[in-house]
């Protein structure tokens, strides 16, 4: 069984700009979550989806967004870019009768310049 | 306040030895609490979970205990490998209000040293 795989795994943006990250879930989990990771911070949620519906949101501003197609597939998005931005970006997926227990992705290394 | 604090932060030890990490919570209601690894640059990998009524769970040289009514749970590396170098996370499953909750601790960084 294929694990979660992000795309892409490393990415360099300049301050202002806006970037999309991908997620495929495990095949049959249909809960796709989101985590930033800095040093020092922990993982710090972002938003759950989960049937194409936001089910919970973290405290991050507006800048931050995401959606959830219907084969589960997973995307966010962060516009206006800053330098605290800069992070690795995991996604993980659920099943939600299992206790939201999540199998993570290799994740995304955000650089902002 | 839902919490997951570990100690300690970080932890060198010489390959070979052994170690425990701690995990301390304050989730109520309790779900269930699950150890990460996690490598430098990678997304966690799993290592044990563990349910109310669990008090140990073991996976190769990881050993997990959990009591529940202190709300401590550890883990403790058995004749540590340079490999067992890593950041190692708790997570604690509850709930707040109707919505199933993940709190994370910040990690314990482990180094085993040759």
């Known amino acids: 069984k294929a694990g979660v795989t992000q795309t892409p795994r490393y990415l360099i943006k300049t301050r202002g700009q806006q970037v999309t990250l991908s997620c495929s879930p495990i095949s049959g989990h249909r809960s796709v979550s989101w985590y930033q990771q800095t040093p020092g911070q922990g993982l710090q949620f972002l938003f759950e989806?989960?049937?194409?519906?936001?089910?919970n949101k973290g405290n991050f501003p507006g800048r931050f967004s995401g959606r959830q197609f219907s084969n589960s597939r997973s995307e966010m998005n962060v516009s206006t870019l800053e330098l605290g931005d800069s992070a690795l970006y995991l996604c993980?997926?659920?099943?939600?009768?299992?206790?939201?227990?999540?199998?993570f992705g290799p994740g995304t290394r955000l650089t902002v310049l | 306040k839902n919490q997951v604090e570990q100690s300690p932060q970080s932890l060198i030890i010489l390959e070979g030895k052994n170690c425990t990490l701690q995990?301390?919570?304050?989730?109520?209601?309790?779900?269930?609490l699950r150890w990460y690894k996690q490598d430098t640059g990678r997304g966690p990998v799993s290592l044990t979970i563990m349910t109310f009524s669990e008090n140990t769970k073991s996976n190769g040289r990881y050993t997990a205990t959990l009591d529940a009514d202190t709300k401590q749970s550890s883990l403790h590396i058995t004749a540590s490998q340079l490999s067992d170098s890593a950041s190692y996370i708790c997570?604690?499953?509850?709930?707040?209000?109707?919505?199933?909750?993940?709190?994370w601790g910040l990690g314990t960084s482990l180094a085993v040293n040759p």
């Open positions: 993980a997926s659920s099943r939600r009768d299992r206790g939201l227990v999540p199998f």
């Open positions: 995990c301390n919570y304050t989730v109520s209601p309790f779900s269930n």
């Open positions: 997570v604690v499953s509850g709930w707040a209000g109707n919505n199933r909750k993940l709190i």
């Open positions: 989806y989960f049937s194409e519906t936001q089910r």
